[in-house]
């Protein structure tokens, strides 16, 4: 549910972490975010960033962060400089991420990054006077999944608190399921981490998962978590974040998300990946109303477009 | 005829009751002599009430509390004492800053902090007892601090 919210200042804020925002920040961010939906699907259009000039800055591969963000600063009537591939920059000669950052800092009004090395945002955003945007840092963290998750659950469910929601998969090196159970124990939902013994939830997590008041259950047991879940939420074994092989090949497979899994599901219930999907979730599911990870893709959309109308100052 | 160990001294700071086996950290984090060329000396097992504990003299050095305070990562009982005319002027126990700069590598070692990158180590101060910091850049929670001084 949208209540009402006492309006709030972000301008020049960075987006480091989910952990810089209380609830209240949260709620309008995704207040703000239900706004920019027509927007962002082409029905309406704004040019309250023209003039503005974005740099995206992406050391590490993606799809959906990068295109959203840059499909969000273009529906906004903004500009997009910057790279996929930091072998065609200075990077490659040596050139610190301070150093490269400072020059878009001049370059652009607001600046989002994805690097591999934990922290790198925070400290991106030192070395920037304008604002910077985590797209991720190594397996830490992502904020704007982070949103853009809450956001499609609070659209589909109709409010994030009193759901119960499994996090399936790599909870150890996933950084979405990380800011996201911080997140959902922001507004007490009930939590089940379902994953390998040794790619279970990193024990700090759970600790902050209890210290805002949740205690979330662990099992390996998919078929029974899943009875009494509202929420699944599906991630990939990263063979990028093992240290070696033989451990990614042992796991790998472990779990898969089928049609007939889904038997034993509320009919209500909905899956929600960040997506890219290997083998864990079968194309078959794709077709059933339980299928919102492509849903949740667009969603991505809206949120970045009101996180940058909020830092860049831009107002519909 | 009974003979200290080491003299009282007439101007300067005494750090006292470090942790047994501390003191050379102690002096590690304080920079204890490169930013000093103050007569340094160090007491280390001395017995006392509440067993074994260090003790640091600089002598013509009125330490700064600020940059003092650091120590209690590894000496939380430490005292500081600013002596002046063979008098204790001051005395204070060591009380953990909200934020260490420079002195705890990050345990993760995809940090940023452990890159080549222009920054120093920094944490945030969760709990002050038991003793907590947290990474500023990675967020990650060090256990082993004394172990991870730089």
């Known amino acids: 549910m949208f209540f009402f919210l006492i309006k709030m200042n972000f301008k020049g804020k960075d987006i480091i972490s989910i952990k810089d925002f209380s609830k209240k920040e949260i709620n309008y961010i995704l207040s703000h975010s239900k706004k920019m939906v027509p927007y962002a699907k082409g029905e309406r259009c704004t040019d309250i960033l023209k003039g503005k000039v974005l740099s995206s800055f992406f050391f590490e591969p993606s799809t959906r962060t990068r295109l959203s963000f840059e499909s969000a600063m273009n529906r906004l009537g903004g500009r ?36 591999p090395q934990e922290g790198a945002a925070r400290l991106a955003a030192e070395f920037a006077d304008v604002p910077v945007l985590n797209a991720g840092d190594g397996a830490g963290r992502h904020p704007t999944q982070c949103l853009l998750d809450l956001f499609t659950i609070l659209i589909e469910k109709k409010k994030i608190e009193k759901n119960n929601i499994v996090l399936l998969g790599d909870l150890k090196y996933g950084r979405t399921v990380h800011s996201l159970a911080y997140a959902l124990s922001l507004f007490g939902t009930e939590l089940t981490f379902v994953s390998p013994e040794n790619l279970k939830m990193p024990k700090e997590i759970v600790q902050e998962c ?11 047991n998919l078929e029974k978590a899943i009875k009494d879940a509202d929420v699944l939420y599906v991630t990939r074994i ?5 240290p070696d092989a033989e451990e990614y090949n042992r796991v790998v497979g472990t779990y898969r998300v089928d049609n007939d899994l889904l038997k034993q599901a509320k009919e209500n219930l909905i899956i929600m990946h960040p997506l890219p999907r290997i083998t864990e979730i079968h194309p078959e599911v794709d077709k059933t109303p339980h299928a919102l990870y492509f849903k949740q893709a667009f969603n991505g959309v809206p949120v970045r477009m009101a996180l940058l109308s909020l830092v860049v100052g831009g107002k519909l | 005829m009974k003979e200290l160990k080491i003299q009282p001294i007439k101007d300067g700071t005494v750090i006292d009751h470090i ?10 984090i304080l920079e204890i002599p490169k930013t000093s060329s103050s007569i340094v000396s160090v007491a280390m097992n001395v017995k006392s009430r509440l067993g074994k504990k260090d003790i ?5 050095r009125e330490l700064d509390t600020n940059e003092v305070d650091k120590i209690a990562l590894i000496a939380p009982k430490a005292t500081i004492n600013i002596i002046r005319e063979y008098e204790v002027a001051e005395k204070h126990r060591v009380k953990l800053p909200d934020e260490i700069i420079g002195i705890v590598r990050c345990s993760n070692p995809t940090c940023v902090s452990n890159s080549s990158e222009p920054v120093k180590s920094r944490f945030k101060v969760i709990s002050k007892d038991p003793t907590r910091i947290k990474c500023y850049y990675c967020e990650r929670e060090p256990e082993d601090i004394a172990e991870r001084i730089i």
């Open chain 1, 80 to 115: 997009v400089i910057g790279f996929a591939d930091p072998t065609a920059t200075s990077q490659k000669k040596g050139e610190s991420l301070a150093d490269t950052i400072r020059m878009a800092d001049s370059y652009s009004d607001v600046i989002v990054v994805r690097h």
């Open chain 2, 56 to 60: 640091v003299k600089v002598e013509n």
């Open chain 1, 238 to 242: 990263q063979r990028e974040r093992f």
């Open chain 2, 19 to 28: 942790t047994a086996g501390n003191a050379v950290k102690v002096l590690h």
């Open chain 1, 210 to 220: 209890r210290e805002l008041g949740v205690e979330p259950k662990h099992t390996s």
